[in-house]
């Protein structure tokens, strides 16, 4: 018998649906794959038409190697905003950080935030340090895209809360670009307490890559990437006001 | 087949009538143990509740008609395959594991046409035919990528997946094209099953020698011989199912699925040990997965449909 054979099952053999839609990182199967493609180019469609999304800076997302992208979050627009300026090819490696106890409760939602959006499924409470070190996990493949929202949940009033340090743990001391953005819009369309979204316009402004290769590694040098990231998807703000 | 036909025929209503009874006579007994004897069994049950979902598919499938059966059958085929591609990580190769997917909807459509020769229903020697061009179609991704690493695995995987799980389970596409189709589809299915119930009942009761230690510990001799005692006598209690078979073919009968369906179980729990998995997936809660309950229908379905086209004729035109 040849000793080379090697078998390595899918990590979601024996798992129900549920469980395997939380799992991550996912399997790559062919249905997820092409429910998402299609939902994306529906999605894209959509916002072109209906919300009239209009986009500046695109020349700042990087071409080739992995990212992340970092942005306000106001709105359920915001994630699905993001992923529609990736080319279609690069969908499938590109990850929403969601937050595990609201996108992954039950089937229904697991099935949309693991199938349409491809999300990473974030625990905020309890094993923030595990969800962090996926997040790196992901950015060590070539070509990932990491979307995040630093402010961890969506903002009740529209306004930018304050960033939490976890981005800054993910990319302190690391070259990892990271492509700040600013969302607008986003919360007239569809706030937090509206089920479906008005189809008023949204516009997103994508700024320079930043990189954080000399700040330390830890707690102070992560406060440092935040309030650093924070005040760029400010300057951005400013810039789409204008 | 058709609906009408298949309202109307007496084995359909026969068996329609003995499932039913079959499953309302162990839904009683479960609830007994249960609430009376307070004695709670949640695995059977789950698995109970497995079959309520199951047994509605498969006899609407047959109600439905033929296209109905062969869509439903490939679909089954379909499962089956991804199954085994998961459990073995041939599916992170899309290209090989679509060569099958295709060659299993070739395999549909090829037991759906009619045969341009003979003008029956389902073209047989294409079927019997599709390995070669099967293999042929896998041998030559590759060759197409350019690829040598671990192609070996991959391309024997494929090749097994489909010949093993589709092409043999797909023989059932054609008993639903024969002209006895509902007796030999159910007779089989039932059958096959009720080895399975019998091997592990008599096994619970008498069992004390270990059947295939390495491969499946919980059979025993004693389940094994049982449950092919009960396969040899199904064919006589169940004769309305294929009038027209005589001793001999009564006698063949019952030695496929008797030691064919326990093979088949076999056969599975080899890989299934070898890759070092309890079920081979999570489709059917209960049950594990499609082809932990397909096993011995892989196994006796090709040799039961060559057994009948042996002395009968597919099409009773021998």
Known sequence: MDADWRYEPLSDVGKSLAESLRDFPREPHMWMYGARSAAALALR?????????????????????????????????????????????????????????????????????????NALPFDRRGRGRESLALCRHVLEMPGH??????????????????????????????SIPVVPCH????????????????????????GAARRYPHVPEGKDGALVVAADLRQAVLDLEEKSNA | MSTSLALHDPVVRTYALMIAAALVLAGVVLSLLTFVAKKPVPSIWATYR???????????????GRTATIVVFSLVALAGFKELACATGLYRDWWLTGVVY??????????????????????????RTLPVYAIAAILMVPILRNRTQGQLQAVSLAILGFLYVAWMFGHLL?????????GYLLYLIVAVELNDVAAFTFGKIFGRHKLRSEISPNKTWEGSLGALAVSMAMPWLLAFSFPHFGAREKILTGLIVGIGGQ?????????????GLKDMGAALPGHGGVLDRIDSLIYTAPLFLHMVHWFHGLYGVR
């Open chain 1, 45 to 117: 469609g959509w916002l072109r038409v209906v919300q009239r999304l209009g986009v500046t800076g695109r020349e700042n997302l990087p071409a080739e190697g992995s990212f992340v992208l970092v942005a306000n979050h106001s709105s359920h627009w915001d994630a699905l905003c993001l992923l529609s300026l990736l080319p279609l090819g690069r969908l499938h490696r590109a990850f929403p950080a969601a937050a595990a106890d609201y996108f992954f409760t039950d089937l229904p939602r697991s099935a949309v935030s693991a199938i349409l959006v």
């Open chain 1, 145 to 174: 895209v990491l979307i995040l929202f630093p402010e961890g949940t969506r903002s009740a009033d529209g306004a930018l809360a304050d960033f939490k340090p976890g981005v800054g743990l993910v990319v302190a001391g690391t």
């Open chain 1, 183 to 206: 969302i607008s819009g986003a919360y007239r369309s569809w706030p937090r307490d509206r089920v479906l979204p008005r189809p008023t316009r949204l516009s997103v402004v994508i």
């Open chain 2, 50 to 64: 497995g079959w309520l979902v199951i047994v509605p598919v498969i006899f609407g499938a047959l109600v439905l």
């Open chain 2, 102 to 127: 295709i060659a299993i909807a070739a395999q549909a459509f090829v037991a759906w046409i009619i045969d341009p020769y003979t003008g029956q229903l389902g073209w047989f020697g294409m079927f």
């Open chain 2, 174 to 182: 054609f008993l639903a094209s024969s002209d006895h189709p509902y």
């Open chain 2, 263 to 275: 093979l088949g179980d076999l056969s599975i729990s080899v890989i299934k040990r070898d890759l």
